[in-house]
Nanobody, 121 residues
Framework: QVQLVESGGGLVQAGGSLRLSCAASGSIFSINAMGWYRQAPGKQRELVATITNGGRTSSADYVKGRFTISRDNAKNTVYLQMNSLEPEDTAVYYC???????????????WGQGTQVTVSS
């Protein structure tokens, strides 16, 4: 099994910054893609940004130029640097990883528990 633990959420004023982290642990064999998603109250979960194990990134239009995803493969950790935050960015942020374990060598999707980000105007 793989466990994902997120940290770094909180309350910030509009225009401020936060850095989210998500560390994976367990009997990990390899991790392919990593990503961040978010879900605002009353809305569906949506993709924020992804990064491949080769470092190629992709992000939603509404965060381009403001959010940056990165990863540290040695630490099995993915980050999301969020700058110029807006009240519309308020949501629970979830990390996701496609990981295979020592027992199951097929990549499966794993989710973190979510971390609240609240941006005040």
């Amino acid at each position: 099994q793989v466990q994902l633990v997120e940290s770094g959420g909180g309350l910030v004023q509009a225009g401020g910054s936060l850095r989210l982290s998500c560390a994976a642990s367990g009997s990990i064999f390899s991790i392919n893609a990593m990503g961040w998603y978010r879900q605002a109250p009353g809305k569906q979960r949506e993709l924020v940004a992804t990064i491949t194990n080769g470092g190629r990134t992709s992000s939603a239009d509404y965060v381009k130029g403001r959010f940056t995803i990165s990863r540290d493969n040695a630490k099995n950790t993915v980050y999301l640097q969020m700058n110029s935050l807006e009240p519309e960015d308020t949501a629970v942020y979830y990390c996701n990883m496609m990981a295979s374990t020592l027992l199951v060598r097929v990549p499966l999707s794993y989710w973190g528990q979510g971390t609240q980000v609240t941006v005040s105007s």
